[in-house]
């Protein structure tokens, strides 16, 4: 295992630390554990919340700041973090107007999120929660039941988050981030492995003639392996899938086109030329693309492809001013 | 060869389409190859244009829009774009208040820049030059007499893009960016080598327990092989040739550590976390920090440090509002 780390029991916290020390004017940590908070508490409005394993960096500490997350809790690479973690986050973001979970579909996410919620309500503090499954590759997994929360997660943060500094109400928040999650699909495929820091060896085999269609976000094979193939061909199959799973007829959509981690924006952008073809050809009008390291896999060389069907409510919050580490919108 | 790419010999063309057709609101190709500038043609302010070879994603096309540059010129993946190029982008933004040519030297890049910028001066547009050496890894290379220009060539961006914007003269222009390559140095290494599509292979061979030391940014091997280390140890070689190159000593600095490709973020937040704790004890304020992908070499795992020492009026500079594809500053 080759990797710029010092010792592997350490990584999570010297990445949460190397964070926060780069951007001490968004992000703070909490005494308690790998919790990032914004450096300025946002008052008297809707509180979002996220996080998961570490290992998809920027997410999910990248998305805290002003129009996206107050909150962002940090597991072992991979792992679910513990409801503790979660409860200690929720307090520290919390105000009157409550606070939105936003949680990605996997077993173990699931459930510590929603056990500290249950532990902050007790406290009287206001929770709900929305559960992301954009991954139209799977139906079930090993990692959980029901489709998985991918890099379609980052858009609920973006317009539930900017709906929040609105002043909107706890439901209105809940209801905007479900609208996203039941307008948003997407699907990836990778080249190459990663590897966990404390697994020491890569997450599967693939052979130099093959690749991985339809994988998730924790360094899991995919659904089925391919011949290499041109990353038209590629990225037909991944449309094909998400346009086959939601009517996008006539509708104007986000793209979202996302690197696992090691794929360079150069393959980045030519998938993206695609993309935007094929969307073109079929009457589909792109409002919007972002093209980057958005939702990762560590150093797996992948990609997804992300579609938003939008709406103007959901145009206009996209639009809205973002100031985050790794999401800004002016 | 494993990528995500089509035809080998499509692949700039395919990724500048492709980042056009993901960023229209921010940039435009124009006809006579691949050269973007911005979508609104900035009138009565000095307009700057860089480039170089492709495979230095966002470099440089991403950072072209309002507060940094006016075009961007690519040339085939790490070879020195052509004069014509250079001189048809530099006649696409050209105003009355001149141009200046931010190159990074490479003695192609220098040579043909120049000589574009001979034929605009032929035609009555003021050209003006600065040459970007902010390497400290060598003296010499394969690639060029005298010092490399690599990740700093974005700070030249950002602080000589801002000064443009608010209307300053093209000799004040130049000065201020002359004034940033003359306070910026950086250092790279590298555990794994990229490989150029056209090449088909790897540009250089490495063991599973060296790491290369002082890479450029064109998949060239580092100035030496070292036996893989940690983190903090590779990190601490670059920080002491960094500043002893360069006195630092109680100025506020701006940091940038920049991923070679291929290098995740979780890796780039353990190097900051060692370079903040490092300049804390040498009593070297943080100004300001980037980390993520700003100069690339495709898909290379590798990093490089750089630091920037400011006066007040950089950081202003630095501060000032951004809006590109790959640079956002609210």
Chains 1, 2 share one sequence.
């Not at 409005?45 to 998305?63: F, N, Q, R, T």
């Not at 690749?211 to 038209?232: L, N, Q, R």
């Amino acid at each position: 295992m080759k990797k710029f780390i010092n010792a592997v029991d350490q990584v999570e916290n010297e990445m949460i630390q190397g964070m926060v020390k780069a951007f001490p004017q968004y992000v703070k940590k909490l005494d308690c554990g790998n919790v990032v908070v914004r450096t300025q508490k946002k008052e008297g409005k809707v509180a979002l919340i996220s996080g998961g394993g570490s290992g998809h960096e920027p997410a999910h500490g990248g998305y805290v700041g002003r129009g996206m997350l107050d909150a962002a809790v940090a597991g072992a690479v991979f792992t679910s973090p513990t409801p503790d973690q979660v409860y200690e986050g929720i307090k520290a973001i919390a105000t009157d107007a409550g606070v939105l979970m936003v949680i990605k579909n996997y077993t173990g996410d699931v459930m510590n999120f929603e056990m500290a919620g249950e532990m902050a309500e007790a406290e009287g503090i206001k929770v709900a929660q929305v559960v992301v499954n954009d991954d139209v590759a799977v139906q079930d997994s090993t990692w959980t039941v029901g489709r998985r929360g991918v890099a379609g997660t980052v858009f609920v943060h973006k317009i539930a988050g900017a709906l929040a500094e609105t002043g909107a109400g706890l439901e209105d928040v809940q209801a905007m981030a479900q609208r996203v999650i039941n307008n948003v699909r997407t699907m990836g495929a990778a080249i190459s492995p990663c590897t966990i820091p404390a697994a020491g060896k890569p997450g599967f085999e693939i052979a130099d003639d093959e690749m991985e269609v339809g994988i998730g976000i924790h360094g899991e094979p995919g659904t089925y392996k391919e011949k290499m193939m041109s990353a038209d061909a590629i990225t037909d199959i991944i449309l094909d899938k998400i346009l086959g799973d939601l009517d996008y007829t006539g509708s104007e959509v986000a793209v979202m086109v996302n690197s696992s981690g090691a794929t360079p924006q150069m393959e980045l952008f030519i998938i993206n030329n695609h993309v935007a073809d094929v969307l073109a050809t079929k009457g589909i009008k792109v409002y919007k693309t972002f093209v980057g390291e958005y939702m990762t896999s560590i150093e797996m060389e992948g990609m997804s492809i992300s579609l938003l069907k939008l709406d103007d409510d959901m145009k206009k919050l996209l639009d809205a001013q973002a100031d985050t580490p790794a999401f800004k919108q002016l």
